[in-house]
């Protein structure tokens, strides 16, 4: 049936009428639904003032509720003094506080006392608002009931010891909250914090017990990376993160090092083979830095005897791996050579040993909070690092059943292989594996002097997977003309570099590492995404 068929045939002017009503009734239903929100808005207004509808107002008002957006615009400076959570200790009873931090759980026990679990940077505390004459009132209990998790709140308080164990927080003191104010609301979390945070054998040992929790997987991660960042293992991760950089840094320039930054915008393919990522550079073909190889031994060159970067490197490989991205930090070293390619070598010896040694020294709590979500045993490593030759690698392949090319590279399954053998003869997950086929190795390689098919090269090893690639770099230009075209290199996109030996160049060598992998591997982490604050890999270019 028709809609022309279901409406009586009215004249002109009564349908106008009609529709003229219809539209009346239609604009006053809008203007309540209106009404009714700014009710709604008002009595929620006044709900965070203190002050229910209908109700008288609260005396302990100010000293609770949302703070108004001007005073959070720089208005004033206050000299108020903050406490981080982190350094909330017994040392401090009965002393006031204030924090600042986020809502993580919130528990009311009836109408007079409320519980807020206050997070910041990974440490929690336990804070705990009773109602007292004069202290606090039920209105500021409903307030703290009523705070959305993973709000920011700011607290001041008496710090109180508890006589049993708190096994909530981090910190074993408890809050008593006097003033409680709400800087920022959080609104529809899409992940929570405690799902992100669980252990893969928590979740085992519920579903063991017939319980189903949430498993937070690594996309889903990745997607909501500001919310998931905040677990006490991603604050963790990325401390130490920070730390390998800072030795890796601080131990260079006590080594007389000197810091330098080389471009990401190049002319022409910085390590041969197609895996760059091209780009049109005013109209000239560009394409991103793959390793800063080419310019840290110009800086060698330019007589700087010794430098290192800490910088992004690009490799657009299409690599479905979990130890590979597209983007990640280089850690780059080069160096004059004196005598022997071995120089570079007691470098990384010494570097690293140094570097795990200070992390298991000064990153104990971030160590422990990544091993309580993500366990690993601690790396084993001994004060003078291993170092066998790649045919000494091969040989112990072989003896354990492994067929391997011995001009060729080593695949994933033989480095993980090789590296069980290690630690089983040598108690070590860390290794120099050095003298590789030169086939299989960048043009800039310096051949041996003693069999042209092998190279001055080294690559390192954290538990069988490697870590590092080094070398003798070949510092002569016509010889170096010569390696670039055996590799398919097109000597006229690289020959401000390949000039740059012209003019005299001194030996020299140097090594590259990934600082996401080192973290990965020294924290036996199963994915290198875990240790990329915003990946990039193949299929990821967001957030």
């Known amino acids: 049936m028709s809609s022309e068929s279901q409406t009586p045939n009215l004249p002109v002017e009564d349908e106008a009428k009609a529709q003229s009503k219809k539209a009346a009734k239609k604009e006053a239903a809008k203007l309540e639904k209106q009404r009714r929100r700014q009710e709604a808005a008002s009595a929620a207004s006044a709900s965070v003032a203190g002050i229910s509808v209908g109700d008288t107002p609260d005396p302990l008002a100010s000293n609770y509720g949302d703070v108004p957006l001007l005073d959070l615009q720089s208005k004033e400076v206050t000299g108020l003094k903050w406490t981080d959570i982190g350094a909330l200790t017994e040392d401090l009873k009965d002393q006031k506080v204030l924090i600042r931090g986020r809502a993580q759980t919130i528990r009311a026990v009836g109408k007079n006392i409320a519980f807020l679990v206050v997070r910041q940077m990974g440490f929690t505390v ?9 202290l606090v009132s039920r209105h500021m209990v409903k307030y703290a009931t009523g705070l959305s998790r993973e709000s920011h709140v700011d607290i001041e308080g008496i710090i109180s010891v508890p006589g049993v164990p708190i096994k909530g927080a981090t910190q074993q003191v408890e809050v008593q909250v006097r003033k409680l104010y709400g800087i920022s609301k959080a609104e529809n979390l899409p992940i929570n914090i405690e799902d992100a945070a669980r252990s893969e054998s928590e979740i085992e040992k519920a579903l063991q017990a017939g319980e189903q929790l949430v498993r937070v997987n690594q996309d889903t991660r990745l997607n909501y990376r500001v919310l998931d960042l905040r677990t006490p293992a991603n604050q963790a991760i990325f401390r130490v993160q920070c730390q390998v950089e800072n030795i890796f840094r601080q131990f260079l320039l006590s080594e007389g090092f000197v810091g330098i930054h080389t471009p990401k915008l190049i002319g ?7 895996a760059v990522f091209r780009l049109d550079y005013k109209g000239q073909p560009a394409c991103l830095a793959q390793s800063p190889q080419l310019h840290k031994q110009i800086a060698i060159c330019g007589d700087f005897g010794r430098v290192f ?3 992004p490197v690009f490799r657009a490989e299409d690599s479905f791996t979990h130890r590979h991205l597209c983007e990640f930090t280089g850690l780059d070293v080069e160096m004059e050579i004196k005598e022997h390619y071995f120089e570079v070598m007691d470098i990384v010896d010494r570097l690293f040993v140094a570097m795990f040694d200070s992390l298991n020294e000064n990153c104990k709590k971030e160590l422990e909070a990544i091993e309580r979500q993500y366990p690993f045993e601690p790396l084993k490593y001994l004060r003078k ?26 695949n994933t399954e033989a480095e993980r292989k090789l590296g069980q053998l290690v630690l089983e003869k040598y108690g070590t997950e860390f290794y120099i594996l050095h003298r590789y086929p030169l086939a299989v190795r960048p043009f800039y390689t310096m051949p041996s002097y003693d069999d042209p098919l092998y190279s001055n090269s080294f690559d390192v090893f954290i538990r069988g997977e490697e870590i590092i690639s080094g070398a003798q770099r ?9 390696r670039a075209e055996a590799c398919g290199i097109d000597v006229k996109t690289i020959s401000t570099y390949i000039d740059s030996f012209r003019y005299g160049a001194p030996p020299h060598g140097g090594f590259g590492v990934g600082l996401e ?27």
């Open 126 to 134: 336990q804070c705990v608002l009773t109602v007292a004459p004069d």
């Open 385 to 410: 690092t291993l170092r066998l030759t790649f045919q000494e690698g091969v040989q112990m392949l072989k003896e354990a059943g492994m067929e391997v090319d011995p001009y060729g590279d080593l």
């Open 517 to 543: 992998r080192v973290v990965m591997l020294f924290c036996a982490l199963n994915n290198i995404r875990k240790t990329s604050l915003f990946p990039r890999d193949p299929t990821r270019i967001a957030p």
């Open 474 to 482: 070949v510092h002569v230009p016509d010889f170096l003309e010569k």
């Open 309 to 311: 970067e800490i910088g």
């Open 268 to 274: 022409g393919s910085s390590e041969g083979g197609s």
